[in-house]
């Protein structure tokens, strides 16, 4: 251990450092904040002015930050890891709400700070009933906190602020990455953190390509590119995918949403040594699995209940719900409720499981349910036959009690927070369906709506409490739960290594 710090500088935590590097963020936001101000200069009504405002205020906020921190030790530990990736997403909310509140939507606290957070959490959900009343400038500012969330704030930051790139940085990586396991690509994790955004951009650029091969403008292929390569969902149009009612656009947004359901590093890795390594996968091949098993399911609900009007409504169609569904995207193209119950309850468990872990996706992980597949079969087997060893693998690496008992937890805390999330609704007086699907929208960033919620619908209907205490579920869901659930934990904040 290094010397030069007492005892008492690593037992605490080290707000004066967390405050240093918020200030960077911070400064890193308000450059993403000028494509949407240069946006609104070329519109007749733009929200140039307030975009400009808000910019300067969050530069200088990073600026003062940034400066006045003056921290004595630079060293970021597990708990300042955990502190700052929460904190972060917060403060990068609260600065992002800021537009939605002084521009032309003209949002309220607490709704500008749900869809602040429901876009850099990727969630998708909005409060804005009629998005093709907002200025571009704005809906591209939307679409951005969800490209911005999709990876990651901090993974983000990790790949330009060299101050992070010490100990302290692995735990911001182990912070706010997803899955049961968190692959480094490279030594350095800013090189890793190079590598994976490297791959984002590519994947946007080549999206918003197609898209605009498409019947998409090019500010509209811009703005779907940002929200579906991060599977945020945002749309342009008040009734979606479904405006364009074209086969091309969900085909290619169906690819790219099932690429942003996959490990970033399996396909980075994939690529370095052969493409066979990414079928030799345990997860990703579960992920094939599970999305033809749901598509065998809702074709037969589709045709089961007369349905069926034509070769999209069996191909198209329901893949490109159950990818958008599985991915936490949220894209909707068409009245997809009207499929029947069945479909409905489908979708509860495409929302629930997810995809893969290191994607950009919400949901439980296709990992995680591996897991407790695998498990449960050990545990009949060691009934079956006791004197044999069963341990449990998944990609060939062995998954330990400790590992074990962290996803069951995950797992139970999870569905408790859909549960008390749905309540919270249900005794604000809306109907169970709509306050449970949107409880459990939120905690798995899927952002799909069903009933007053659905595809033409808004989260607006929320009163201020609700709004808020959904935008926390969005943050727990975005940050897997443990890490936000910990800063509540009183010994948390006491002193001790």
Known sequence: ????????????????????????????????????????????????????????????????????????????????????????????????????????????????????????????????????????????????????????????????IPALNNSGSLML??????????????????????????????????????????PMSLYESVCHALACISTGGYSTQNEGIAAYDSAYLKSVLTVFMFIGGVSFSLIISSVRTTWRALWHNDVFRAYVYVIGIFYVLMVIAIIGNGHYTGWESITIDPLFHIVSAMTSTGFSAGNWEGWGIFVLTLTFFMMYIGACAGSTSGGAKIDRVLYLNKNLTAVVRKYVRPRLLHSVNV???????????????????????????????????????????????????????????????????????GKVIMSFLMLAGRLEIITLIALFVPSFWKNGR
């Open 1 to 160: 251990m290094n010397q030069l710090y007492s005892k008492t500088e690593y037992s605490s935590i080290n707000y004066r450092m967390i405050a240093k590097v918020l200030g960077q963020m911070l400064m890193v936001e308000s450059l993403f904040m000028l494509p949407p101000t240069l946006l609104c200069l070329s519109e007749e009504a733009g929200d140039w002015l307030p975009f400009a405002i808000v910019a300067l205020i969050t530069l200088l906020s990073g600026i003062a930050l940034n400066t006045w921190s003056h921290p004595t030790n630079r060293v970021l530990k597990r708990r300042d890891g955990m502190l700052l990736a929460s904190v972060t997403w917060i403060i990068f909310s609260a600065f992002g709400m800021l537009p939605f509140i002084f521009s032309s939507a003209h949002l309220n606290v607490s709704e500008a700070f749900f869809e602040a957070m429901s876009g850099f959490t990727t969630t998708g959900a909005t409060v804005i009933r009629d998005v093709e009343s907002c200025s571009q400038g704005l809906l591209l500012w939307r679409a951005l906190t969800q490209w911005i969330g999709g990876l990651g704030i901090i993974l983000f930051t990790l790949t330009f």
């Open 173 to 214: 990586f182990h912070a706010e990455s997803t899955g049961i396991t968190h692959d480094k690509l490279a030594a350095r994790l800013s090189r890793t953190a190079k590598m994976l955004w490297g791959l984002y951009i590519l994947f946007t650029i080549v999206l918003m390509l197609l898209l605009y091969c498409g």
């Open 395 to 465: 990609n060939g690496q062995y998954v330990g009690q400790e590992s074990g008992n962290e996803i069951i937890a995950f797992i139970f805390i999870y569905t408790l927070l859909i549960v008390v999330g749905g309540l919270v609704l249900v005794a604000q007086g809306f109907p169970i369906v709509d306050a449970f699907f949107s409880s459990f929208s939120c905690v798995s960033n899927n952002g799909l709506g069903a009933g007053i919620t659905g595809v033409t619908g808004s989260f607006d209907f929320l009163p201020s409490s």
